[in-house]
């Protein structure tokens, strides 16, 4: 049973220094370590406030590489937080946009875990082997069970994880979420019609970054 589309959750050592990945646009350079902003429109205290994630590539290369890409490629604009289980998971990574998603929908092959699936550790979700694309989640707790069935953590929130536990819960007494091939062929103008309050992400970007 697995993160994307099942009701409950079922990851290559990378060197020092930066390595050369190709992407549409050209060769980009991958950090060893980056910190990815999700700003966004939960309100904590009134105000509201962005998850911070800090990236270390050593723990999870390829995805931490295919994170790296589509944050540049403006995957997680606008992307809403689809799925929220109470003291498991918050996951979230379908774009707002039907054509981002046909865009990102080839898969990586799995990383090997190399860190454990602790609080606050942010790891691709999947519907199987091999099948990882735009979809993360968020570990509200300790899921060590999960390092098992191949989820590799990427990193860890390093701010805002008062803002991840705030989200709004968008199908109460249904685990699996909201339905996730509807989102991602009609997008946001779906999901926002059908879940108004729905929490979103505003603005997603590498952090100390100008593009």
Do not use: H
């Not at 990882?132 to 989820?151: E, P, V």
């Not at 390093?158 to 007494?173: E, F, I, K, L, Q």
Request: glycine residues 8%; hydrophobic residues 40%.
């Amino acid at each position: 049973m697995y993160i994307k589309s099942a009701i409950a959750l079922s990851a290559l050592a990378i060197g020092f220094g930066q390595e050369e990945m190709m992407a549409d646009e050209g060769t980009i350079a991958i950090p060893e370590e980056y910190t990815v902003v999700f700003e966004t429109d939960i309100l904590v205290d009134g105000r509201m406030t962005p998850i911070e994630v800090n990236i270390t590539s050593q723990f999870a290369p390829l995805g931490a590489e295919q994170l790296y890409k589509m944050v540049k490629d403006g995957v997680y604009q606008d992307a809403c937080f689809f799925r929220v289980v109470p003291d498991f998971v918050l996951q979230f990574g379908i774009a707002a946009d039907p054509a981002m998603n046909e865009r990102w929908s080839t898969p990586i092959i799995d990383d090997p875990v190399e860190i454990s699936n602790t609080e606050g550790t942010v790891a691709f979700a999947s519907a199987g082997p091999d099948t990882r694309t735009t979809q993360l989640f968020i570990n509200y707790q300790d899921n060590k069970a999960l390092d098992m069935q191949g989820f590799a953590p990427m990193g860890q929130v390093v701010s805002g994880m008062d803002a991840a536990r705030a989200v709004y819960n968008p199908s109460p007494g249904k685990p699996g979420g909201v339905d996730q091939q509807q989102y991602e062929r009609k997008g946001n103008s779906w999901l926002k019609t059908k879940i108004p309050k729905i929490n979103c992400i505003t603005k997603c970007y590498i952090k100390g970054e100008t593009d």
